[in-house]
């Protein structure tokens, strides 16, 4: 196996994660125009929400990913009706400063709590080598719960009433309102969803690094090039967006210091922003 | 009326004590929160134990008058910019006589400039970065060996074992780790060691994969570098999970801490360039002996001191001992008495450069190399495996 694969395929399963962060990024912005500023500290309260359930509970950390994801829907909820209800449909700005507010507040909170001192989850699976590189169990659990959350999310919007009524509110709020769809249970459930993604991969990343309060900071921008690659309100789109970024990561990292990523990732971010405003995977039709 | 009246006098009476007690203000920030925690609240136990075994003898003592120690200190969050704020703050407001240092080079050299800006003296410990004392400075003294000693023994160490190793270089993008790795590749080539990859990583990187995987390409079979626990503690458990199964492993500062056990056996078998350890016999001039720091601190603390915590001690010691040999609380006395220094205590030798160039330098303190081995009962435990002649086991080498 040579290096470059090795670097690649960590790449892809790292991917995998930040395409999970995305995927809740761009559901919350493509169904109601929202961009969600609460998204880093959500994924940073993901991480510790499973860390505090793994030192209580011993088990398999992968295993109380259900848990945390539930409690992450229902957080969506209850800030969605703290910040969100009142702006959809007024300024972007207002969503923008909304959001934002709440995020501050969760990093304070969180910082009260838990300090900016580095925390880990100290659980590991077996991994599996090939030739002298080891792909490590928790990456390749991590990529595969990615994955799951992600087929799990395109069943439930394409062959569930609530998830057709999700589409329909996205498509076009006003005649999915005529057709009798609520649109304020719709946007709720959205909301909800959206966070319990950003949730999700917190909790995914903390089994992989050690993190702080403020660790969120980082997979949210991957979110924003993710999104911005797969084009909003396409959630499978931005799956398959983080892994290629992943990808990316992993072809270019053997050749350059790996200090230089960020500088390659928004670079891409800026050009895809010019070349293809809608997305990569947008057909022009649309 | 006759109980208020005695009351009143008590009052009085202690009040008046309380007036005439003398005591000596000494200022330091820790970082109780942020990547330093680990290694500054073991340093902060240093200062601790000294100034409560001061205080509980009497205080310290200089010219006819007895002093008790009185700490003033901040939280510095691990952030060089709160640092400067809050040393302005411990001279001007809480009318520090001395400073500590905070805990590592980029803090410490952000409160050097204020402490040289005020005139005050300053012991730096948990700081070797030697840039910090070629800027040009009079009342700055350094208690650890500079960076440049710290992986010297390491390479020697290797070159004793296996001539023919090939050595990685990862380590922190910062002062510190920077100030240790450039001396010691050179080092490394001068002496006929194959270095073949260097790379840094930015501070706060917790993603080590794509480094590693270019470590693990290289061919390397040893890997020296790190930077603090955060970063330390994770590449270590990193190299584990990829099963990298290298033959050396030396990383700074993080494995020194009793925290490291919790690695389990990632951390087995890492070595680290250590100010002090406990097995190291020296024979104290004043102060307490090894054996009784080591004792006193287990007892209070319930863990291993660190050489964070020696260095922290140590601080207290040598100030106290310049302060008594001046017989007087005097910036400019003590900080003379400090330049002609030249002791030994349960820390080693300390001796500061004198020199206008580099003011400050430690140039009497040298460092040994410790690993964490299994014991008879398979407990972990570090063992001095460098230099030879001071060693508590041999070096385990390969470790895998």
Do not use: C
């Not at chain 1, 470059?4 to 125009?33: K, R, T």
């Not at chain 1, 295993?63 to 969605?80: D, K, Q, S, T």
């Not at chain 1, 699976?125 to 590189?133: A, D, F, N, R, T």
Request: hydrophobic share 50%.
């Amino acid at each position: 196996m040579s290096g470059i694969l090795a670097s690649m395929i960590d790449g892809l399963l790292v991917g995998s994660v930040y395409g999970l962060a995305a995927m809740g990024l761009s559901l919350i912005w493509g169904v109601m125009d929202v961009i969600n500023l609460t998204h880093g500290s959500m994924i940073a309260l993901g991480m510790f929400g499973l860390y505090e359930l793994f030192i209580h509970i011993h088990t398999n950390a992968y295993f109380l990913l259900i848990p945390v994801i539930a409690g992450g829907f229902v957080l969506g909820i209850v800030v969605y009706w703290i910040s969100v209800h009142w702006v959809v449909g007024r300024s972007q700005l207002m969503s923008l400063l909304s959001t934002f507010a709440v995020n501050m507040m969760v990093i304070g909170i969180g910082t009260a709590i838990w300090s900016t001192s580095p925390y880990n989850v100290n659980f590991s699976l077996e991994g599996i080598s090939v030739g002298k590189y080891t792909f490590t169990g928790n990456h390749i659990a991590a990529a595969t719960s990615a994955v799951v959350i992600a087929l799990a999310l395109e069943l439930f919007l394409y062959r569930t009433r609530p998830g057709k009524a999700i589409r329909a509110i996205a498509d076009n709020r006003e005649a999915a309102e005529l057709m009798g769809i609520s649109s304020v249970a719709v946007l709720t459930i959205a909301f909800g969803i959206g966070i319990a993604l950003a949730i999700s991969s917190g909790a995914l990343v903390s089994t992989l690094f050690p993190f702080t309060i403020l660790s969120g900071a980082t997979y949210q921008m991957k979110s924003f090039v993710v999104t911005v690659l797969a084009g909003l309100g396409k959630p499978f789109g931005a799956l398959v967006a983080g892994v290629l970024l992943g990808l990316l990561e992993g072809a270019v990292t053997p050749f350059i210091a790996v200090s230089w990523i960020p500088l390659i990732e928004f670079g891409l971010f800026v050009v895809v922003l010019i070349a293809f405003p809608k997305g990569i995977f947008v057909r022009a039709s649309a | 009326m006759k109980r208020l009246t005695l009351l009143a006098l008590a009052a009085i009476v202690l009040l008046a004590a309380a007036a005439f007690a003398q005591t000596i203000t000494v200022g330091f920030t820790m970082s109780k929160t942020g990547a330093y925690t680990v290694d500054s609240m073991e340093q902060y136990r240093g200062f601790e134990m000294w100034r409560d075994q001061v205080n509980a003898a009497g205080g310290i003592k200089a010219g006819g008058k007895s002093y008790q120690i009185k700490f003033a200190s901040y939280d510095d969050e691990s952030n060089s910019k709160r640092v400067q704020q809050l040393y302005t703050r411990l001279i001007l407001e809480d009318k520090a006589d001395f400073l500590f240092s905070p805990y590592s080079s980029p803090l410490t050299t952000n409160a050097s400039i204020v402490t040289e800006q005020n005139a005050k003296v300053m012991l730096t410990t948990g700081a070797a970065d030697e840039k910090t004392y070629k800027l040009g400075n009079n009342l700055l003294f350094q208690m650890f060996a500079p960076g440049g000693e710290y992986l010297k023994g390491a390479l020697d160490a290797l070159k004793a074992k296996d001539a023919k190793a090939t050595v990685a270089f990862v380590y922190e993008d910062a002062a510190f780790s920077v100030a240790v790795v450039k001396p010691a590749m050179a080092y490394a080539q001068q002496i006929g060691l194959s270095v073949v990859f260097s790379e840094a990583y930015a501070p706060a990187t917790t993603d080590f994969s794509a480094i590693l995987d270019k470590v693990i390409s290289s061919g390397a079979t040893v890997l020296m570098g790190g930077g603090h626990y955060p970063d330390g503690s994770t590449l270590a458990r990193q190299l584990g999970a990829r099963k990298a199964n290298l033959k050396m492993v030396t990383l700074l500062v993080a494995p020194d801490s009793p925290q490291w056990t919790e690695l389990g056996d990632a951390g087995l078998g890492v070595t680290v360039p250590s100010q002090w350890e406990p097995q190291v016999v020296s024979k104290p001039q004043f102060g307490p002996t090894v054996a009784q720091f080591v004792k006193d601190y287990e007892a209070k603390y319930k863990t291993e001191a660190s050489y964070e915590s020696a260095g922290g001690y140590a601080a207290g010691l040598i100030l106290q001992h310049a302060i008594e040999q001046a017989g007087s609380i005097d910036s400019g006395k003590v900080a003379a008495v400090l330049n002609s220094m030249d002791v030994t205590t349960f820390y080693g030798r300390t001796k500061f450069s004198p020199n206008a160039a580099d003011h400050g330098l430690q140039v009497g303190h040298t460092m040994v190399i410790a690993q964490w081995q299994k014991d008879k009962s398979g407990k972990m435990v570090k063992q001095v495996v460098w230099p030879v002649a001071g060693k508590s086991a041999d070096l385990k080498y390969p470790i895998h």
